[in-house]
T-cell receptor, first 113, second 114 residues
Framework: GNSVTQMEGPVTLSEEAFLTINCTYT??????LFWYVQYPGEGLQLLLK?????DKGSNKGFEATYRKETTSFHLEKGSVQVSDSAVYFC????????????FGQGTELSVKP | DAGVTQSPTHLIKTRGQQVTLRCSPK?????VSWYQQALGQGPQFIFQ???????QRGNFPDRFSGHQFPNYSSELNVNALLLGDSALYLC?????????????FGPGTRLTVT
């Protein structure tokens, strides 16, 4: 079945450091890929998405490219801020899955001033 | 414009009891999905409701059931609670069941089973 694997956290960075959170997936067909963010005490917020191979999703300085050849969707940001501290979830929605999301286990990011 | 709302915020129940969680979708949305997020894990899909019917179901036992009302709000019911049911329960709404792009999540209900 479909699945998502993320790098384990926690990830601790200094402000203005470069961020990469790895995400790989297993799916049949052509899934859509997402990154969600969960701030402490809050629900999930969609950060960015990509719906087909080679698409690049971007938002708030974060970006991720849908790589079908490596089945990956790594999240990157050039310069993190303290306010980026949160848990980040990679997710996919398979073809003809009616919007059902399959999530990775999450990666906690802590950014220190 | 109110987003997705859930109630209650927190709930403590005893093993064997039953619980009902509630969700109101974002204005204009007609599809509600429920997810269970155990501590330190990613959310897992429970089921989805559209047009007052369960359209999809994840790998959860029949103790988990739901309902959608004509105003699109939804309830999640869990019977015979187990300690392992302790989790954050998230509701997500969207405009239709086939669109994965615009799912909005509520803040969740934290259920603790003792």
């Amino acid at each position: 079945g479909n699945s998502v694997t993320q790098m384990e956290g926690p990830v601790t960075l200094s402000e203005e450091a470069f961020l990469t959170i790895n995400c790989t997936y297993t799916a049949t067909g052509y899934p859509s890929l997402f990154w969600y963010v969960q701030y402490p005490g809050e629900g999930l917020q969609l950060l960015l998405k990509a719906t087909k191979a080679d698409d690049k999703g971007s938002n708030k300085g974060f970006e991720a490219t849908y790589r079908k050849e490596t089945t990956s969707f790594h999240l990157e940001k050039g310069s993190v801020q303290v306010s980026d501290s949160a848990v980040y979830f990679c997710a996919l929605s398979g073809s003809n899955q009616g919007g059902k999301l399959i999530f990775g286990q999450g990666t906690e990011l802590s950014v220190k001033p | 414009d109110a987003g997705v709302t859930q109630s209650p915020t927190h709930l403590i129940k005893t093993r064997g009891q039953q619980v009902t969680l509630r969700c109101s979708p974002k204005s204009g949305h007609d599809t509600v999905s429920w997810y269970q997020q155990a501590l330190g894990q990613g959310p897992q899909f429970i089921f989805q409701y559209y047009e007052e019917e369960e359209r999809q179901r994840g790998n959860f036992p029949d103790r988990f059931s739901g309902h959608q009302f004509p105003n699109y709000s939804s309830e999640l019911n869990v019977n015979a609670l187990l300690l392992g049911d302790s989790a954050l329960y998230l509701c997500a709404s969207s405009l239709n069941p086939g669109d994965p792009y615009e799912q909005y999540f509520g803040p969740g209900t934290r259920l603790t089973v003792t």
